[in-house]
């Protein structure tokens, strides 16, 4: 690890602006997913989840298991939102399905939240001022 990029996990007091701009990504997409879960229905739900991934991408240096968890994401997310669209244009209950679809989308959330906490900040964020 170089020392003049220190890792968000490790050294948050350095990156605390990067760290609040990732929060507020993160907590846009978990946002997303509770909405879609309350039956809310909006055609920018996956364009929402994108963009706060691609906002937190842009910010960090590219890395194998970083892209990996983004498009993890983005692709459970977007099978969610697919689904719970199709879903709630019909009335009806939950069903095992949907349990099991939000918990794989919020998997799949935990895991790039991860893989953001141990990635290196890019020479974006010190152009932006964000460290």
């Known amino acids: ?39 809310v229905a909006s055609g920018h739900h996956h364009h929402n989840v994108r963009c706060g991934i691609e906002n937190i991408l842009a910010l960090l240096e590219y890395n194998n298991e970083l892209v990996e968890k983004a498009d993890q994401l983005s692709r459970r997310a977007g099978d969610y939102i697919a689904y719970r669209g199709l879903a709630t244009s019909k009335i009806r209950d939950w069903t095992i399905e949907d349990v099991d679809r939000l918990r794989i989308a919020r998997e799949a ?23």
């Open 109 to 131: 959330l935990a895991g790039f939240r991860s893989a953001v906490e141990h990635s290196r900040p890019n020479s974006r964020v010190r152009t932006l001022g964000l460290a």
């Open 1 to 39: 690890m170089a020392l003049d990029q220190p890792s968000i996990a490790l050294r948050p007091a350095s990156v605390g602006e990067l760290a609040a701009h990732t929060a507020s990504f993160l907590k846009l997409i978990d946002t997303v997913l509770d909405d879609i879960s309350r039956g």
